[in-house]
């Protein structure tokens, strides 16, 4: 019995040290289309399957307005996370804590007004996580 609370035991340690069961966050975004809950933003709202400056669009339909939305190129590569912040949500009462980058690292990051669109009509502001070099920005130009 001892012999097998011994094989129990180190079983157990075996799994809980083998990363390979841990499922990283990043890969589950990492190539288009990324897992559920994500879905396509086109089908969700009136929007062009591939904004050219964006890419190919998915959200959570839970997270709306704001997202995150992760972007993808022509080739199906995560280039980008973006937040759509209402200007009504932006003001010195308001905080954001703890946003999440599903994509992963963060090479740079863009804020630029939107005047608003289909999903989020309202003004707002475009914060934008890239995923890739500035180079990069080029495979989503058009």
């Known amino acids: 019995m001892t012999r097998f609370f011994a094989f129990a035991a180190l079983a157990l340690a075996s799994l809980a040290a083998t990363p390979v069961l841990a499922h990283d966050p990043a890969d589950a975004v990492a190539t288009n289309p990324p ?22 669009l998915f959200v959570d ?14 080739d199906g590569k995560l280039v980008s996370t973006i937040y759509m912040i209402p200007l009504s949500r932006m003001n010195a009462d308001t905080s954001f804590d703890d946003l999440a980058a599903p994509g992963g690292n963060v090479d740079h990051v863009d804020i630029y007004f939107n005047a608003g669109h289909p999903g989020v ?5 475009h ?16």
């Open 121 to 125: 009509e309202e003004p707002h502001e």
């Open 127 to 142: 914060i934008v996580l890239w995923h890739v070099p500035v180079a990069g920005e080029a495979s989503v130009a058009e």
């Open 35 to 56: 897992d559920a809950p994500y879905q396509k933003v086109n089908t969700l709202v009136p929007l062009p399957e591939f904004l050219p400056g964006i890419g190919e």
């Open 61 to 74: 339909p839970a997270t709306l307005p704001a997202g995150p939305f992760v972007a993808y190129n022509h």
